[in-house]
């Protein structure tokens, strides 16, 4: 069971850019029908991830284990705690939309899901991780220990990788 719950350090950011792209298409089918039961696949999805990685969400074995090696090419490696975050924002976010479904609250739950189609639409089509950028911000002020990720503490690193 050990290794069932830990997420992947490093993650392949195409992986991770296909696994948004997925996150949008079920956003944008959300928004477009309001139907309560697309938020489940949505929901399970985010926590999964966030949970285990690709584990144990059908979303992210397609990604890593079909898309990604179909569209082949070199693996630009990121690191994964910002990753993790952004799938933890993304949960609670969809949590948050399938309770206020739940509660009547039509309009706010299609306001979360909105903000969650925002950010994976970043991150899919411009490489922008909005809830890394996050995870950066609060590792610079002090309040994310700078242990958890030290490949995003360390520039050289990061500056070689993409040289490459």
Request: glycine share 10%.
């Amino acid at each position: 069971m050990r290794t069932l719950f830990r997420f992947p350090n490093p993650v392949n950011e195409t992986s991770a850019r296909l696994v948004a792209g997925g996150a949008v298409l079920q956003c944008l089918a959300f928004v477009a029908f309001r139907q309560w039961w697309l938020l489940i696949p949505l929901t399970y999805g985010f926590v999964a991830r966030v949970l285990t990685g690709p584990t144990l969400s059908p979303l992210g074995q397609l990604s890593t284990r079909v898309l990604t090696p179909l569209i082949g090419g070199e693996a630009k490696l990121v690191p994964g705690p910002p990753k993790r975050f952004a799938q933890g924002i993304g949960a609670s976010l969809s949590v948050g939309a399938s309770i206020a479904w739940g509660f009547g609250n039509h309009g706010l739950a299609v306001a979360l899901v909105a903000a969650i189609a925002m950010a994976a639409t970043l991150e899919s089509v411009f490489a922008f991780c909005l809830g890394c950028a996050i995870f950066n911000r609060l590792m610079r002020w002090g309040i994310i220990p700078a242990e958890v990720c030290e490949s995003c503490n360390d520039l050289s690193r990061r500056l070689a990788s993409s040289a490459v």
